[in-house]
């Protein structure tokens, strides 16, 4: 029997950032949002698994995109891929799985419309150490 999907290691996703420093974000059916993620199946590597969620979830095709950085989060492990255009210009067809998701969105993730949505915890971990706003102690400053 295979170890996948018993330990958070096996959670793989994609963050997708734009020109403007717009997020690729997903609204769970649960209300929360996140990066485009999910568990990765037997015998994928991370990136294999993590490019099948970007496509399941948010519509996206990653296949013939770089990505320049892999780093581990809270609850998985994400590749980042950076959009040196407008996010709300990339195509995103109909996600596979809508009953998942309730909705795909280019988002400011420092924005004062989105400050008050529910967040899942990478996502969270992610604004905290990304915030332009955030207080630093002095010693790092």
Known sequence: MSSLGKDTKDVVGVICLDKQGKLLLVQGAGGKWSFPKGRRKEKETPHEGALREAKEEAGIDLSDEKSFLSMGLRFGTYFWYYFDTNGDT??????????????????????????????????????????PKRKHSSKYC
């Open 90 to 131: 990339i195509p995103l067809a109909a996600s596979a799985t809508s009953d998942e998701i309730l909705q795909t969105a280019w988002i400011s993730p420092h924005s004062d419309e989105f400050a008050h949505q529910e967040k899942n915890a990478d996502l969270r971990a992610y604004l905290l150490e990304s915030n």
